[in-house]
């Protein structure tokens, strides 16, 4: 058997998700069609972690195991004949049987873009949450600071999370913002606002519930320091109202096998996309 691991890049909005639902249509059951398709095996794909419906991912990693003996250099295009147009295979590789691509993740990076323009963007609306107010876009690069760290993140997750423990790690969450996006002489614009934020792992909502959270700091409903202290709380009460599902994209997932270095061992990491 070989174990092999692929990168896909899809566009989530006419799907429930990454992971297999009772009523079908997501990203797990396109690909383990394809794969059959091609090899005649029933195969589980394992994906690096789950998206909710109108989630996208820019590079989502799975792995599963074959019996074909299909050279490594021919499954991208074979499977992706077999694909919808708004999913794609952009990598394979051939890695260690006892390679996972959830477990053996060291970390994972979600993208959320805002679109600060006055009108939204008719051709990026799937893939942009729109605000049309006028946004404090220092003040909300001077909240999200207070997130990076180990903490208990219980207060940007879903009531529903079945998590024994909220404890993550944040490595960086910064923001940027591309003011080419603005249309020239309206002085309201404000471009394209995106946060980028690297963890270990995420809990149910964690990432929509934090840009909820920002947007009421740019809104002048809350101040910076307010994050420090919803944070402290352990309270989803006190953070803000989940953000839409659209703006959302998986963007990167590491592992340390992937830059030569030895494997990692195996251990969980939880993300934030269970029902986003």
């Not at 639902?21 to 690909?31: A, L």
């Not at 909220?166 to 614009?189: F, L, M, N």
Request: charged share 25%; proline share 5%.
């Amino acid at each position: 058997m070989r174990n092999l691991c692929m990168t896909v890049s899809f566009d989530g909005t006419n799907y429930y998700g990454f992971q297999s639902q009772p009523d079908g249509n997501t990203i797990q059951d396109y690909v383990e069609k394809a794969i059959h398709q091609l090899t005649g095996e029933q195969i589980k794909i394992i994906g690096s972690g789950r998206t909710d419906a109108g989630v996208h991912a820019y590079r989502q990693m799975f792995n599963f195991h074959t019996e074909s003996a299909i050279p490594i250099e021919r499954w991208c295009l074979a499977l992706n004949g077999r694909l919808p147009k708004d999913i794609v295979i952009l990598e394979a590789r051939e890695v260690k049987p006892n390679f996972h691509a959830r477990h053996s993740a060291k970390r994972k990076t979600y993208r959320y873009t805002i679109n600060a323009n006055q009108f939204p963007d008719v051709f990026h609306r799937h893939l942009q949450l729109h605000h049309p107010g006028v946004l404090n876009v220092e003040a909300m690069k001077e909240a999200v600071t207070f997130l990076i760290g180990t903490h208990d993140y219980t207060s940007f997750a879903s009531r529903h999370s079945t998590k024994k423990s909220h404890v993550r790690t944040i490595y960086d969450a910064h923001i940027e913002v591309d003011a080419s996006k603005c249309r020239p002489g309206h002085a309201r614009d404000q471009g394209v606002i995106e946060l980028f934020i690297t963890g270990n792992g995420f809990l149910q909502h964690m990432v929509r519930i934090i840009v909820g959270t920002l947007l009421q700091v740019g809104e002048g409903k809350r101040t910076p320091a307010d994050m420090k202290r919803i944070l402290e709380a352990k309270d989803r009460s006190e953070a803000g109202p989940t953000a839409e599902g659209k703006g959302l994209m998986l963007w990167n997932v590491e592992y340390d096998f992937l830059e030569d270095q030895p494997e990692p061992p195996s251990f969980p990491v939880d993300d934030e996309d269970i029902s986003e």
